[in-house]
């Protein structure tokens, strides 16, 4: 059997590179490795033997403690390093995680870090509570002015972390601008990719730094799976590594080996949650009771262009804006038979929630209404669209 790193090298492929599904199927793991078995054994371990003192010593053989790694979490890493083009992956407990160990391993007292205003909540919530504690200046930045970051850069700047799109309102940015702005005044770039994945966007090789995913979204892809990964490109690895080891976390291997399970059929998922997103994104442009719909795919939305230039698709997250207070809104989501209420997304049900984006410096609460964010799951369209209808007659929009 030939094997897909070998298949990149083959003179009788032409030198191609394989495709992004048949890497999904196949990186990672190497059968031939563990008595021919396709998928990597779950090691569950604290304790590796050492045949003497010597190798202890130098710590010479391939694993030693299970907290370092072991046959399962080198699977899942190896397969994201490939999808990524990254140098090394590391494995955390939760996406949160893999925001906040980073930022540990690249941030000291007196140091400055710039955050897109659009990013991801929780994030905003460990900066403001921890970083600032620590010492550490933090600025945001307005998403639409992104490439202007130059003038807010300053010899303590260590960081510079972006989100594209912004999380609930879409923002985009020029990211290979910005991170080139970010290395040429000595920062290293951080990007949250969980809403593209590696299948639509790899921010490495635009030149950032670091590759930031909340594996429980599209890879785990059932709702069933907390984990975050975090890749690096050859400057970052050995510093995020040994950051990783002096904090003392990893991935548990059943939830490791499930979002391996997940990766293995994330591309022909995510054509589906985009597919009927894009078409019910469109649908909702044409109904009344909508001011606006926030999909960066959509060629209305300010940062179509933007998206349009660096990705390679759109998934299956996007929000609205519905033309109705808080109880006409909340009438409607609760009117809903299939969009369940509650966090996260990537899951394999369609969800619905009330964007609150009362954190934000630069984003205003829209004048013509609430903003709605909506995870499309992979139920039939006719029923999403169903549903949806169904919910806005409930509540007399
Ligand atoms: C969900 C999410 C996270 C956090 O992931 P958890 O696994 O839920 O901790 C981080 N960043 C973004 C953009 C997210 O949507």
Redesign the pocket.
């Known amino acids: 059997m030939m094997k897909v790193r070998e298949l990149q090298d083959d003179p009788a492929s032409g030198g191609r590179k394989a495709g992004l599904n048949t890497r999904l199927a196949h990186s990672g793991f190497d059968p031939a490795e563990y008595h021919g078995f396709v998928n990597p054994p779950v090691v569950h371990a604290s304790t590796v033997l050492y045949p003497d003192v010597a190798t202890m010593k130098a710590h010479s053989q391939k694993y030693r403690y299970a907290l370092w790694g072991t046959p399962t979490t080198d699977a899942l890493e190896a397969a994201l390093t490939e999808l990524e083009g990254a140098a090394g992956t590391i494995l955390l407990p939760?996406?949160?995680?893999?925001?906040t160990v980073p930022l540990l391993a690249f941030l000291s007292a007196g140091d400055h870090c710039l955050i897109v205003d659009s990013v991801?909540g929780?994030?905003r919530r460990f900066a403001d509570k921890v970083l600032r504690r620590m010492g550490v200046d933090v600025t945001y930045f307005d998403p639409h002015e992104a490439n202007d970051i130059a003038r807010l850069m300053r010899p303590e700047t260590k960081v510079v972390f972006l989100?594209a799109p912004g999380?609930n309102t879409f923002e985009m940015i020029d990211v290979a601008r910005v991170a080139k702005i970010a290395r040429d005044g000595g920062a290293v770039s951080m990007l949250?990719n969980?809403?593209a994945t590696p299948l639509f966007f790899r921010p490495i090789e635009h030149g950032v730094d670091l590759s930031?995913h909340?594996?429980?979204?599209y890879p785990g892809g059932h709702s069933d799976v907390?984990?975050?990964s975090v890749s690096a490109n050859s400057s970052t690895y050995a510093r995020l590594r040994e950051n990783q080891m002096i904090i003392g976390v990893n991935a548990a291997p059943d939830d490791t080996y499930l979002v391996l399970r997940g990766l293995r059929t994330m591309g022909v998922r995510l054509a589906r949650h985009g597919d009927t997103a894009m078409r019910l994104a469109q649908w909702l442009e044409s109904q009344p009771s909508v001011a606006e719909v926030l999909h960066p795919a959509l060629p209305s939305f300010k940062g179509h262009e933007l998206w349009k230039s660096q990705f390679d698709g759109a998934s299956g997250l996007f929000s609205f804006v519905l033309r109705a207070d808080e109880a006409a809104g909340s009438r409607f989501i609760e009117a809903l038979k299939i969009f369940g209420l509650g966090?996260?997304?990537g899951g394999f049900e369609s969800l619905i929630l009330m964007v609150d984006l009362s954190d934000r410096i630069y984003a205003k609460k829209p004048e013509a209404g609430i903003v709605i964010r909506l995870q499309i799951g992979l139920e039939d369209y006719e029923d999403l669209q169903n549903d949806l209808r169904m919910g806005f007659a409930a509540a007399g929009l």
């Open positions: 939760s996406g949160l995680a893999a925001v991801y929780p994030t989100e999380s949250d969980t809403w930031i909340a594996l429980t979204k907390m984990l975050g966090y996260s997304w």
